[in-house]
């Protein structure tokens, strides 16, 4: 569906005209005058609706809206389009109801066709920069288990909302990709050792025979704490053109994320709670904030400060990515007892054989989908103070986490 809204007029409203093309159908202007198709010219009365509303109401979406004062032309093109187009103007609230119909439906659309593009795009260019990041060289051995765990897919969850982030307040992806590579670098050296047998001991992961399957312990463990070292290391080599002070916050922010106060903390409460049946749901929050929303967390928060975000937007989307951060563990819990190993690309059932505290057993099935759907609202009014169409990656990200099926 596209609609072309054109119009003419000075910062006042008087004698303002809007020029309302239907769906399918353009308005072009040239010479003084207004050339369209099925369509409707409207002068707008002034007590009828504010320009700063319809400003709103037609929002950025709306290609070729022009409110630059030209008073010879807009004489012209009023007098033009209003003879021409006269008979299809019905009243001036029946066409604003339609700009506000079309325009709503453009927003809904744009979150659901952005996402879709921008998952794929934003996969692609940071499936390369990991490649590049790490290239195969001497010692093979571990840069081919390096680069068999981060290479070997995954959903790139966490550098998308790193980007995202950072394009939202204001900064580009090229700027933000070293920090983006490096969460998935963290992400993947976490997985590595989370399957170690000496930890959760599995067998597949993301489709695949887990590292030390297929490299040996020694080496599993060694490239997980290889991916944990460069990572930093990146960081701090390759972002450009951002202040030293800056940089310096965002490593130390992701330290404390993946450190005794986030990750770590996580799985060693976690380890600890294994065959305790006296696990609550307090207990079950610690371990899910840690373990996992600390990243996510992490991943948000930096990708805003290198954006240069101001405070007030960093903390919000801290806030934002905490809610994410539980939701994604509270679906992930959800499909181990509802998805196959092969839906999944990991073994499936894992924790109900291990009688793990997860939401579904504290909760039951149905009441952790209803927090899961409280948490996903949560999530998206954090991000009620940025223009909603520019937020649109995040609250479709929050929406996707709450309904991926793997
Ligand atoms: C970080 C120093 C350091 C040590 C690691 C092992 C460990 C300490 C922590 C475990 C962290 C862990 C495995 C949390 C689970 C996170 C989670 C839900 C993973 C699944 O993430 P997805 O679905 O996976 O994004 P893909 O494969 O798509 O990337």
Request: aromatic share 4%; net charge negative; with cysteine.
């Amino acid at each position: 569906m596209r609609m072309v809204v054109h119009m003419a007029g000075s910062s006042s409203t008087q004698g303002l005209t809007a020029v309302v093309a239907a769906p399918g159908t353009s308005v072009s202007q040239s010479s003084g005058k207004i050339t369209c198709g099925l369509a409707a010219a409207v002068p707008m009365r002034s007590e009828s609706r504010p320009l700063s509303s319809l400003r709103f109401i037609c929002g950025r979406q709306v290609a070729g809206v022009s409110f630059g004062p030209a008073p010879g032309l807009l004489a012209k093109s009023k007098t033009g389009a209003v003879a021409a187009l006269s008979p299809f103007v019905v009243n001036t609230a029946q066409v604003v109801e339609e700009v506000e119909k079309l325009s709503r439906e453009k927003v809904e659309e744009s979150h659901k066709f952005d996402l879709k593009d921008f998952m794929i795009a934003k996969a692609k260019v940071v499936n390369l920069a990991l490649d590049k990041a790490v290239p195969l060289q001497h010692p093979v051995k571990i840069r081919e288990a390096m680069r068999y765990s981060l290479l070997a897919g995954g959903k790139r969850v966490r550098p998308a909302l790193c980007l995202a982030a950072c394009e939202l307040v204001g900064g580009d992806e090229e700027t933000a990709m070293p920090a983006a590579c490096a969460v998935e670098m963290i992400h993947t050296m976490s997985l590595i050792h989370d399957d170690l047998p000496c930890m959760d001991n599995d067998d597949l992961r993301r489709g695949q025979p887990t590292n030390h399957k297929v490299y040996g312990e020694d080496t599993a463990v060694l490239a997980g704490d290889a991916l944990l070292s460069f990572s930093f290391e990146h960081i701090a080599r390759e972002t450009t053109g951002v202040p030293a002070d800056r940089v310096l916050r965002v490593i130390s922010f992701l330290g404390k994320a993946v450190g005794s106060e986030g990750l770590v903390a996580g799985q060693i409460v976690d380890i600890a709670s294994e065959g305790d049946s006296s696990v609550d749901l307090e207990t079950l929050e610690y371990v899910h904030i840690h373990k996992t929303a600390a990243l996510l967390e992490a991943s948000v928060v930096i990708g805003a400060i290198i954006g240069g975000g101001n405070e007030e937007e960093i903390d919000r989307l801290g806030q934002y990515a905490r809610y994410v951060g539980l939701l994604f563990q509270v679906v992930d819990d959800i499909l181990d007892v509802t998805k196959s190993s092969a839906e999944l690309g990991k073994t499936a059932g894992k924790d109900l054989l291990a009688d793990k505290a997860t939401y579904p057993k504290l909760l039951g099935l149905e009441r952790s989908k209803e927090f899961a759907q409280n948490l996903t609202v949560k999530a998206k009014e954090q991000l009620s103070i940025f223009d909603q169409l520019k937020a649109a990656p995040l609250l479709g990200l929050a929406d996707y986490i709450a309904n991926r099926q793997n």
